[in-house]
């Protein structure tokens, strides 16, 4: 008689191959089906309760806009102004500095946007890309600039600025602002250029390109995206600084947005501040319409430079 053998382990009992795994229990799958969702919809309710926190105020700010100033004086607050006037706007663009100002602003972005971005872009590919002397120094170096409070260079740019008769003139007020942008954008452009590795530009070099040719061909779309970051940093900077225009533009027929804003709420005893968010919303208008332009660049640019034409 030949006694029966028990089938291994793990095994099926004819024989045909691994035992399945034991179905997680009913319980179990509850649990992790149905844990996640929840957190993810909390997560959900805190990040809109937390975006409409951050857009509350400007929404107040255009409503208040299209509101006359006892309306606004009125302890009952208006939300929806379905009733509203555009009688703000039209005293705005009615007045004579306003399109002075925004001329001066427009140029002054202009010009220390381009000049921020060639500076920083230069100065991160040679930080990233090349080893040579004084590099560490030169890192530290943008470090310190970062940490000098702007209000205490204000005497020294100051007195820099007339000593060459830039005072009250453009290009002084965009040399100090390309200053101010310059040593952060290295850092934030850095970052972008040691993301992209060097491997794909010596694979273009490989299939007969110049190192200048895998350059712009490969590398550079990739950095669409860095330089798009960086200019929309320096245009937010530049467009909104108050502080370093008011030290030197201290003519009032040169004056940026910021500073004829003020000189519009200091221009009456009562602010009429229906005016005044009128004037706040004008200039915040070319914002909102340079990141609309090119928010889509900012990741059209992130595979472009990888596929080989």
Do not use: C
């Not at 179905?23 to 993810?40: D, H, I």
């Not at 929404?59 to 208006?78: A, D, E, H, K, V």
């Not at 010009?111 to 230069?122: Q, S, V």
């Amino acid at each position: 008689m030949t006694a029966s053998t028990a089938p291994a382990r793990g095994t099926s009992p004819l024989g045909a191959g691994p035992r399945p795994a034991a179905p997680l229990s009913r319980g179990r799958r509850t649990a992790r089906s149905g844990g996640r969702p929840l957190a993810t919809r909390l997560l959900g309710v805190v990040a809109v309760a937390v975006a409409l926190v951050w857009v509350f105020p400007i929404y107040w700010m255009i409503s208040s806009s299209f509101l006359p100033t006892n309306r606004l004086r009125t302890p009952t607050p208006t939300f929806v102004p379905l009733d509203g006037t555009l009688a703000n706007f039209r005293t705005v663009l009615g007045d004579p500095g306003f399109a002075e100002s925004f001329r001066t602003s427009l140029v002054v972005t202009g010009i220390t946007l381009a000049a921020a971005i060639l500076f920083a872009f230069l100065a991160a590919l040679a930080v990233s890309r090349f080893r040579f002397r004084g590099r560490r120094s030169f890192v530290v170096a943008i470090l310190v600039v970062q940490m000098i409070p702007a209000e205490g260079l204000f005497i020294s740019q100051y007195q820099m600025l007339d000593g060459w008769g830039l005072v009250n003139h453009v290009l002084g007020l965009s040399l100090v602002y390309v200053a101010a942008i310059v040593p952060f954008t290295i850092w934030m452009l850095r970052g972008f250029v040691t993301g992209v590795p060097i491997e794909l530009e010596e694979a273009g070099m490989v299939d007969g390109l110049s190192r200048t040719g895998a350059f712009f061909r490969i590398t550079f779309p990739l950095l669409a995206p860095g330089l798009v970051a960086s200019g929309v940093y320096g245009f937010l900077q530049a467009w909104n600084e108050y502080t370093l225009a008011l030290v030197v533009m201290t003519d009032p027929d040169e004056r940026t947005l910021p500073l004829w804003l003020q000189g519009l709420v200091e221009a009456n005893r009562a602010t009429e501040w229906g005016v005044v968010m009128a004037g706040a919303t004008m200039i915040a208008v070319p914002v909102i319409v340079f990141f609309l332009v090119v928010q889509n660049r900012m990741t059209g640019g992130l595979v472009a430079g990888a596929v080989k034409g």
